[in-house]
């Protein structure tokens, strides 16, 4: 077969095997992309909750409204037409305290069961975040 032959059988085998490799790395991008947020959205729920408990700590662990708002809102009262942190709602917020009154009081806030979309392509799926809690001891008073 001669050298002409041969670079004529091979003419569009460079752009189509650059399609399949830009498809490929485009999959990829967005892989990271979805990881990255999701990366991003645990670590706010997880900053937002450690200052929910902190302000619960300091005005009142038995506003449980109260520190639910916190993480929702960044704010004691829900405002208007507001909608949760990332669509967080108030069921998967908890609030409890243990040990009232003793050396072993404690808040712990929790977030369970949010939610992420992924966007990659043939991978597309609402997957379910990790239990977020956070305990801060409380003091004695007497």
């Given amino acids: 077969m001669s050298m002409q032959r041969r670079r004529k059988n091979q003419k569009g085998s460079a752009m189509v095997e650059s399609a399949f490799i830009f498809t490929v790395l485009f999959i990829m991008l967005l892989g990271i992309f979805d990881l990255g947020r999701i990366l991003f959205v645990h670590q706010a729920l997880t900053d937002r909750v450690r200052a929910a408990t902190r302000w619960g700590a300091a005005n009142g662990a038995s ?36 040990g009232s009154g003793t050396a072993d ?38």
Avoid at 112 to 135: A, C, E, N
């Fill in 105 to 142: 009081n404690r808040l712990t806030v929790s977030i369970t069961g949010y939610t992420y979309k992924t966007v990659t392509p043939f991978f597309t799926r609402t997957l379910t975040g990790p239990k977020i809690q956070v305990t801060q001891a409380l003091g004695v008073f007497n």
């Fill in 63 to 98: 506003n449980t409204t109260g520190i639910t708002n916190m993480v929702l809102y960044n704010a004691a009262t829900q405002p208007n037409g507001a909608t949760g942190y990332f669509g967080l709602t108030s069921d998967k917020v908890t609030v409890t305290q243990s």
